[in-house]
């Protein structure tokens, strides 16, 4: 999805220093970033943790993003680089998840059930329909294993949801 006019001058605004126009940004694309990191984390507290270490890396970077990416493109970038970054350094262990936070939608407990990297490929592929080609560039991933992980993501959330 392309930004619109709008989105297109608050990120040049941004990128010329204006904090208010970030906050802008920021207040537009908050709920679908936190709504990523939740998932792949399962834990809301660190999720709110990352999800602000996303945005202050990003208006860090904002100078150097692609024009030609949309910003909710390019911060899901962001938001999957730190989640990976904090899952190498063994800061937090990912997958513990608050069971009320997604009580409306069970399938949400169930994807917290998958094993890390069949739940990164699921939730980026299907959730948040990034390419497989996307997927690999955040994450290094091969196109066959990315292929290879889903459908074992949809085999266990299957197998999940039978029992």
Do not use: C
């Amino acid at each position: 999805m392309q930004d619109n006019k709008l989105i297109k001058a608050l990120v040049l605004n941004a990128q010329l220093g204006n904090n208010s126009a970030f906050e802008q940004l920021y207040q537009i694309t908050i709920e679908p970033i936190y709504a990523l990191i939740l998932r792949l984390t399962g834990d809301p507290s660190f999720a709110e943790i990352l999800t602000k270490k996303v945005y202050v890396n990003s208006w860090q970077k904002i100078s150097k993003k692609d024009e030609f990416i949309s910003i909710l493109s390019w911060l899901k970038k962001n938001a999957v680089e730190t989640v990976l970054a904090e899952q190498s350094v063994g800061k937090k262990q990912t997958g513990v998840m608050d069971v009320k936070i997604f009580e409306n939608n069970p399938l949400e407990k169930y994807i917290q059930d998958l094993e890390f990297r069949n739940k990164l490929v699921y939730v980026l592929h299907d959730v948040e329909n990034i390419s497989f080609e996307e997927i690999s560039k955040f994450t290094g991933i091969s196109n066959d294993e990315i292929k290879s992980l889903l459908v074992n993501a949809r085999e266990n959330l299957i197998n999940l949801t039978e029992e």
